[in-house]
């Protein structure tokens, strides 16, 4: 059975940071390109970082969080983190971990196959 666990959300002021981990397990993780999606209340959910299965190759970022959050990987440790920094309160979402059993990074949640349960981060102003 597949597991993806995330932890490391919480409260922080506009301008923190946080690092989210995601740790994976039932499945052959150095196979899987890994993702981040959050999502607002009220909103549609929206593609934060992807990161390739060797965490070289490839690495995207949505549009918001370029130059602020790190994707990285440990595959020895079956774990994706995110590191974020310089937050903002429009920041403020469910974070949610992904697994993707492809070559391909995608950006669009529906190319993923599985899904943690979600870790909320809130920034306060």
């Known amino acids: 059975q597949v597991q993806l666990v995330e932890s490391g959300g919480g409260l922080v002021q506009a301008g923190g940071s946080l690092r989210l981990s995601c740790a994976a397990s039932?499945?052959?993780?150095?196979?899987?390109?890994m993702g981040w999606f959050r999502q607002a209340p009220g909103k549609e959910r929206e593609f934060v970082a992807a990161i390739s299965r060797n965490g070289v190759n490839v690495i995207k970022y949505g549009d918001s969080v370029k130059g602020r959050f790190t994707i990285s990987r440990d595959n020895a440790k079956s774990t994706v983190y995110l590191q974020t920094s310089s937050l903002k309160p429009e920041d403020t979402a469910v974070y949610y971990c992904?697994?993707?059993?492809?070559?391909?990074?995608?950006?669009?949640?529906?190319?993923?196959?599985?899904w943690g349960q979600g870790t909320q981060v809130t920034v306060s102003s």
């Open positions: 992904t697994a993707d059993y492809t070559l391909i990074v995608h950006t669009s949640a529906r190319d993923y196959d599985y």
């Open positions: 039932g499945l052959m993780f150095s196979s899987y390109a």
